[in-house]
């Protein structure tokens, strides 16, 4: 049994972040204890969501509109799998992208039939928007008021606050329970000054978000450029031929030829274990059998 969480890239040192990865962690791991790999990543991706120093679920950055819209799926080595992209008011995307793999014979809702269906299922309506995310407009406004000859001097403006909240990115997790059972989740707000009804990598099945027969794998980073390159499916696949560090090393040298900034975390059938980023730092933790307790480490390569 493992199981492995990341709270995406960040470029700045987090206070804490580490408490806060091996808190999902520990929350994954005692669902992989009693229930299967499905369950433990959903668990952990909840955890995730509800930080509010993350970029999913509480905590995610709102699009040019000032709204948020979050994306997240949830996918088993057996192909199956759910996503939801664009939703607005819900705690915890992850539970309602489970709900679509599990309820419907669809693969992804977006936007208002998202939402429907999130009502439908009897999840409460909810306000993602982080004390922290408040503060921040607040100060864009004020430079905003005093910037009034281009309108995109304050989404600028605004973009270089949020880096200096030192805010993460995308959240997500894998793992393999005791009956080898595969799982994968990943759950985004997006990324900074998105438009609209944009949508990324995460909601994705085999770009952002992929578990089959060889391995599980989550992507955080720049979600065009993980699109165009189907990373996650591509990572996955290659661990049929080679270790799970091989094959992440393998995606970040195609993101990275590709100027794709992303980063990845992976487990592979064998129970390795994958983590790689190709730019500023990506923050993740792993607790395999063996271990008392969740092991976090940031890397910077
Ligand atoms: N990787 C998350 C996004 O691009 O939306």
Redesign the pocket.
Known sequence: MLIVVHG?IYVEEIPEISDALKKACSAGHEFLMQKEAVDAVEEAVKVLEDDPRL?AGTGSYPNLLGEIEM?ASIMKDDLSCGGVAAIKNIKNPISVARGVMEQTKHVLLVGEGANLFAKLLGFEPYNPMAELTVTTLRKAIEIAENEKNSIYHYYLERARLRLQTLQL??VGSVAIDSKKQKAAA?S????EM?LPG?????PLIGL?NFAGEWGAVS??????G?IKLGLARKIADWMEEMDAQSAVDRGMALAKKNNVV?GAIALSLREEIGIGNNGGKISFAYWKDGMQEPHSYKNNQ
């Open positions: 995406g970029d994306s990115g995308t990943t985004t707000g997006g990324i998105q944009r949508v990324g990598d995460s952002g992507m955080t980073g720049a979600g065009e993980i992303c």
